[in-house]
């Protein structure tokens, strides 16, 4: 099946710097790479996502990039700050067959903004 | 507009007991799913719900179980509980099954003690 992995599983910058956070995945099938952003006592909220006929994809002070031949795609926050800390997910996954809807996701980006 | 609500937000419970968590899906949304989420850890898919048939199945034991009602909403059942089964469990709606757009409840926090 797939796996996804994230690096690096920490991450602390200061206010205004960017950050990047990087996954690697194996199945080649894969289609879709949502970046989701959960903070604490709440669920997993959506901010970005990418599917595997788009490079890179940008939204305000967020992008993602998409590398199907390498298997891997990153997300990038610029001009950082401190309401963007919390933890971090990529995932994968694919449409059809047995993972019909299911989402690997990747182990997590603990990110702290420092004001 | 309401998101996707699950209840309870907290439940404790003892080893070899039994537990029923709900989930309403984002309204229009079909499609349910559930994940587990262990401490410091991914959500791991543990069932999809489309149209109240099973589509998709996780590794996980037959002691979970799930069903999805005509009005959508979903519940994801524990038997025989073990320790290893306490952890963030997260309900997601999409529109359509294959969209894989999914947006997650706040979760129920399940302590096994």
């Known amino acids: 099946g797939e796996n996804v992995e994230q690096h690096p599983s920490t991450l602390s910058v200061q206010e205004g710097d960017s950050a990047v956070i990087k996954c690697t995945y194996s199945?080649?099938?894969?289609?879709?790479f949502p970046w989701y952003k959960q903070e604490l006592g709440k669920g997993p909220q959506l901010i970005i996502d990418?599917?595997?006929?788009?490079g890179e994809k940008k939204d305000q002070r967020i992008a993602v990039t998409l590398n199907k031949t390498a298997k891997h795609f990153s997300l990038h926050i610029t001009e950082t700050q401190p309401e963007d800390s919390a933890v971090y997910f990529c995932?994968?996954?694919?449409?059809?067959?047995?993972?019909?809807?299911?989402?690997?996701f990747g182990q997590g980006t603990i990110l702290t903004v420092h004001p | 507009d309401a998101g996707v609500t699950q209840s309870p937000t907290h439940l404790i419970k003892t080893r070899g007991q039994h537990v029923t968590l709900r989930c309403s899906p984002i309204?229009?949304?079909?499609?349910v799913s559930w994940y587990q989420q262990v401490l410091g850890q991914g959500p791991q898919f543990i069932f999809q719900?489309?149209?109240?048939?099973?589509?998709g199945r996780g590794n996980f034991p037959d002691r979970f179980s799930a069903r999805q009602f005509p009005n959508y909403s979903s519940e994801l059942n524990v038997n025989a509980l073990l320790l290893g089964d306490s952890a963030l469990y997260l309900c997601?709606?999409?529109?359509?099954?294959?969209?894989?757009?999914?947006?997650f409840g706040a979760g129920t926090r399940l302590s096994v003690l």
């Open positions: 309204s229009g949304h079909k499609s």
């Open positions: 995932a994968a996954s694919r449409a059809g067959g047995t993972s019909y809807g299911k989402l690997t």
């Open positions: 997601a709606s999409s529109l359509a099954g294959t969209r894989n757009i999914q947006y």
């Open positions: 990418i599917r595997s006929n788009v």
């Open positions: 719900y489309y149209e109240k048939e099973e589509r």
């Open positions: 199945d080649s099938a894969s289609n879709y």
